[in-house]
């Protein structure tokens, strides 16, 4: 497609329940990131995936926190068993390849209020 | 460790006033510097960066500085437009893969 595309573009759910976010990259990109920006805060920088593999996972909040990617593009970012305090925009963005300065794209993000 | 702070908004402005938003930097080592924007309803994009000190980065009428005797890299504009309305965000990398952002200021312009 023409921009990262990210669904679905709003979710309400209830405490406890687990949340799955879809991430769909530029064409061509193989990097992939993960960052959540709450009401009123910066965007907090969750995970990124070179290719398949995620280097470094330290920025997820906690185990309920997981994401994957497959076949070099589809990233899903899953939370289980949601707090209220998970309530965010989810915003996931693509680069050519994770390196200095390399531009990131973002998708619309998923704004997810938990209940 | 590696932080970006930037002046608090909303900034509210008249059409074809000046801007100036600031923004500043604690790293380790020689980052690159970004500002991205946020336009309503939309994802953040990539407005202008710069990737070694002395650089200017300009896009759109924006410029940025980057002053390492300063650690800064404020945003300007001369005359500043409606559509130019959006949540301004400055970032930095320092490798690591991990881009830092600030919190966002809010600018509002009035026409």
């Known amino acids: 497609g023409a921009g990262v595309s990210q669904s679905p573009s709003n979710k309400v759910t209830e405490k406890g329940k687990d949340v799955e976010l879809r991430c769909d990259p530029i064409?061509?990109?193989?990097?992939l990131y993960w960052y959540r920006q709450s009401l009123g805060q910066g965007l907090e920088f969750l995970i990124y995936?070179?290719?398949?593999?995620?280097?470094?996972k330290s920025g997820l909040p906690s185990d309920r926190f997981s994401a994957e990617r497959t076949g070099g593009s589809v990233s899903t970012l899953t939370i289980q068993r949601t707090q209220q305090e998970d309530s965010a925009v989810y915003l996931c963005?693509?680069?050519?390849?994770?390196?200095?300065?390399?531009?990131?794209?973002f998708g619309p993000g998923t704004r997810l209020l938990v209940l | 460790g590696d932080s970006v702070t930037q002046m608090e908004g909303p900034v509210t402005l008249s059409e074809e006033a000046f801007l100036t938003i600031n923004c500043t930097y604690t790293?380790?080592?020689?980052?690159?510097l970004f500002w991205y924007v946020q336009y309503p309803g939309e994802g953040l994009q990539l407005l202008l960066k710069?990737?070694?000190?002395?650089d200017k980065g300009s896009n759109k009428g924006f410029e940025a500085t980057y002053r390492k005797e300063t650690t800064s890299f404020h945003l300007e504009k001369g005359s500043v437009q409606v559509s130019d309305s959006a949540v301004y965000f400055c970032?930095?990398?320092?490798?690591?893969?991990?881009?830092?952002f600030g919190a966002g200021t809010r600018l509002f312009v009035k026409a």
């Open positions: 064409s061509g990109h193989t990097a």
């Open positions: 970032a930095l990398y320092t490798g690591g893969f991990k881009t830092i």
């Open positions: 995936f070179q290719g398949n593999s995620a280097p470094d």
């Open positions: 710069a990737t070694k000190a002395d």
């Open positions: 790293a380790t080592g020689y980052p690159s």
């Open positions: 963005a693509s680069s050519f390849h994770a390196g200095e300065g390399e531009t990131q794209y």
